[in-house]
T-cell receptor
């Protein structure tokens, strides 16, 4: 079945450091891929998405490229800020399974000044 | 434009009781999905509704049920509550474009079962 695997946390970085959060997926069809962010006590916010191979999603300095050959969608940011501290979820939506969403377990990021 | 809204924000119940959670989607979105998020885990899919019809159901017991109303709002009902039902319940509304779906989440309802 469809699934998403993302790197274990927590991740702690200093401000202005480079961020990578790994995400790989297994899907039956041709999924869309997403990154969501969750701040403490809040729901999930859509951060970025990509709907086909080689697409790059980007938002607020974050980027992720849909790599079909490696079934990956790693999240990157060149220079993190304290305000980026949150939990990040990788997710997929597969047309074969009726566009049901599958989420990873989340990666907690803490950025220290 | 208003985002997805959910009520109540927090809820405390005791074992055996039932609970009703409510969700209003983004205007123009016809599909609503429900998720359970246990502390430290990713959201787990419970139900999806589109145009008042159930489109998908996750691996949850029959104690969980839902419905969607003509205005596309939705209710999630959980009967015979167990301690393990304590979680954040998230509602997401979605639109479809070119066969692809994007979901937008509400702030969630925090349910505590004592």
């Amino acid at each position: 079945g469809d699934s998403v695997t993302q790197m274990e946390g927590p991740v702690t970085l200093s401000e202005e450091a480079f961020l990578t959060i790994n995400c790989t997926y297994t899907a039956t069809g041709y999924p869309s891929l997403f990154w969501y962010v969750q701040y403490p006590g809040e729901g999930l916010q859509l951060l970025l998405k990509a709907t086909k191979a080689d697409d790059k999603g980007s938002n607020k300095g974050f980027e992720a490229t849909y790599r079909k050959e490696t079934t990956s969608f790693h999240l990157e940011k060149g220079s993190v800020q304290v305000s980026d501290s949150a939990v990040y979820f990788c997710a997929l939506s597969d047309t074969v399974t009726g566009n049901q969403f599958y989420f990873g377990t989340g990666t907690s990021l803490t950025v220290i000044p | 434009d208003a985002g997805v809204t959910q009520s109540p924000t927090h809820l405390i119940k005791t074992r055996g009781q039932h609970v009703t959670l409510r969700c209003s989607p983004i205007s123009g979105h016809k599909s609503v999905s429900w998720y359970q998020q246990v502390l430290g885990q990713g959201p787990q899919f419970i139900f999806q509704y589109y145009e008042k019809e159930e489109r998908g159901r996750g691996n949850f017991p029959d104690r969980f049920s839902a419905r969607q109303f003509p205005n596309y709002s939705s209710e999630l009902n959980v009967n015979a509550l167990l301690l393990g039902d304590s979680a954040l319940y998230l509602c997401a509304s979605s639109f479809e474009r070119g066969g692809r779906v994007t979901q937008y989440f509400g702030p969630g309802t925090r349910l505590t079962v004592l």
